[in-house]
């Protein structure tokens, strides 16, 4: 269990409250550092900070430890041109290009100040694909956003102008007052308030700044949690997650099961390494050991390919009495009997911890996709068994017990097991997300047993917008015709999108690859996620 460390600063006794959940937050958590303050009608109640600033835990927080606090900085922004208004040097209902004359490109002559600041300008992204480093070059991105022709008639609607917030709005600052905006904000704001804080750091000051440690998302398999469950009770089991903590230096385990993905196989071989030398039994699976078998050969004293279930009990047996076989070939078994998985074993960093498996395999064979080596054929689980995982609610979160994530490839496959799943899930109130493929969008009534039952997120692999390339991919069933209207069906019942793409198919052009940038980026449409 992590160490709360020693928590500095000052805490009213009548929020005592807060500063126990801070000090939680350490203990049960696995805070690295942090820190809180809180003012009531001008009074700091709460100032308190505690832990390390880095993640290798090599530098203590102080009391000045600065933190990016990404979207607040908007409002400061707007403190700015609010403070340009107090002085009578702006007019939110004047045109933005009577500042900034080149504003006025592309039909946005008239388009207020005030639509600026209440992200209803149509400027929330540039549609040209511009050079990453763009993104640090004022003027390059200022040219660019008043180039821009509004993606929707300004004023009409409302979109979160995330990313081009502080262009728009710190280039108005900058043309009225001659000063970059960070250069007037602290001049004007900071500095005389005596507030460390800062729009641009100068390098002297990165010392002082806390690196940022990603909130782990769920496990990218559930196969450790699922061998787990089918462990004899007599051999202990402890399930590591990289991403969360650190696999420790030494182990008294007799027994080390890696499982991996190809891009993970050298940090894998690194840890197989270690614990060989101190004698400990090394297994290796999953994706990569199955693919790569004489490679993974040599940094495991046995490996196991494809899916593990129907082995792991002869492997541990085998290991035990001393027999152990260099290669255990696993092949598919039927998914009735498989138990619960052990999700008392992930730690609570885990923000979503319930991963349910109701299918395994895909009935499509996409050219790139590595499902129907590693998971051959179609199979699906007892809907009372798949249910029984989702009624697992030893969570300590609420969010923890709501959200069920499937761990499925295309949930959606077997319409009716789908629907009987889903009609079981109608009762018990919970969120979930999942795989699955574009046809959804064609049944309506799966649509509505889908939103009854709770699911927030769907992801296509949607791949390509060109027909040659979907050829390729072996994936003609999508129709990029279509995807918008297929997404628009998904989003009319609240359920949001994420998508794949691929880049790089043989007829893929230079020309096609920024297109598709373009096409992904339409607001309205998705989030998404692209692979090349």
């Known amino acids: 269990m992590p160490q709360t460390p020693d928590i500095h600063g000052h805490c009213d006794p009548r929020f005592a409250a807060v500063g126990e959940t801070f000090s939680a937050n350490f203990r049960d958590h696995g805070e690295i550092g942090a820190a809180v303050a809180v003012v009531v009608d001008g009074d700091p109640v709460v100032d308190l900070w505690g832990g390390h600033a880095d993640r290798d835990r090599g530098r203590p927080w102080e009391r000045d430890t600065l933190v990016n606090v990404y979207s607040c900085t908007k409002g400061m922004t707007a403190l700015c041109a609010h403070r340009l208004v107090c002085e009578g040097r702006l007019d939110l209902d004047a045109p933005v290009a009577r500042y900034w004359p080149e504003f006025a490109a592309a039909g946005k002559e008239r388009l207020p100040v005030r639509w600026l600041l209440g992200h209803r300008a149509g400027l929330a992204a540039v549609r040209d694909l511009l050079p990453g480093e763009a993104l640090y070059d004022w003027d390059a991105m200022c040219a660019a956003l008043a180039a821009e022709t509004p993606w929707w008639p300004p004023g009409t609607a409302h979109g979160y102008h995330a990313v081009t917030f502080g262009w728009l709005v710190g280039e108005v600052v900058r043309r009225i007052t001659g000063r970059s905006l960070g250069a007037y904000f602290r001049e004007e704001i900071a500095e005389p308030l005596g507030a460390d804080f800062r729009i641009g750091l100068p390098a002297s000051e990165h010392g002082r700044v806390a690196e940022m440690s990603p909130l782990p998302m769920p496990p990218q398999d559930d196969d450790r949690i699922h061998l787990a469950a089918l462990t004899p009770d007599r051999h202990p089991v402890r399930v590591i997650h990289q991403q969360v903590e650190?696999?420790?230096?030494?182990?008294?385990?007799?027994?080390?099961?890696?499982?991996?993905?190809?891009?993970?196989?050298?940090?894998?071989?690194?840890?197989?390494r270690r614990y060989r030398a101190q004698g400990k039994i090394v297994v290796g699976g999953g994706p990569h050991v199955t693919f790569a078998e004489e490679e993974a050969r040599l940094h495991s004293d046995a490996i196991v390919t494809g899916e593990a279930e129907a082995v792991w009990a002869t492997l541990l047996d085998d290991a035990e009495h001393g027999r152990l076989q260099p290669v255990y070939r696993s092949a598919p078994r039927p998914l009735d009997g498989l138990p619960t998985p052990r999700y008392d074993l992930l730690p609570d960093r885990f923000f979503i911890k319930?991963?349910?498996?109701?299918?395994?395999?895909?009935?499509?064979?996409?050219?790139?996709?590595?499902?129907?080596?590693?998971?051959?054929?179609?199979?699906?689980?007892?809907?009372?068994?798949?249910?029984?995982?989702?009624r697992y609610d030893s969570f300590k979160h609420w969010w923890q017990r709501k959200v069920v994530w499937f761990w499925d490839n295309n949930l959606t496959a077997n319409r009716p097991f789908v629907r009987e799943l889903l009609a079981g899930m109608v009762p018990l109130r919970k969120w979930w997300l999942t795989q699955t493929s574009l046809d959804i969008a064609g049944d309506a009534a799966l649509l509505a047993m889908m939103r009854e039952s709770g699911c927030i997120g769907v992801f296509f692999g949607i791949e390509s917008f060109g027909k040659a390339s979907l050829r390729d991919a072996h994936k003609t069933q999508n129709k990029a015709e279509k995807y918008e209207g297929a997404i628009r069906e998904l989003h009319r019942r609240g359920i949001c999108v994420m998508a794949g793409f691929v880049s790089g198919f043989d007829g893929d052009s230079q020309a096609d690859i920024k297109a598709m940038a373009g096409d992904c980026t339409r607001p309205g449409w998705m989030c998404h996620s692209s692979a090349s």
């Open 354 to 390: 319930r991963v349910v498996q109701a299918t395994r395999g895909c009935p499509f064979r996409c050219s790139f996709c590595t499902v129907p080596s590693l998971n051959p054929g179609f199979r699906v689980r007892p809907v009372e068994q798949v249910l029984a995982d989702i």
């Open 246 to 272: 650190a696999p420790p230096r030494e182990t008294d385990a007799d027994l080390v099961a890696i499982s991996f993905v190809s891009g993970f196989a050298p940090e894998a071989y690194r840890v197989a």
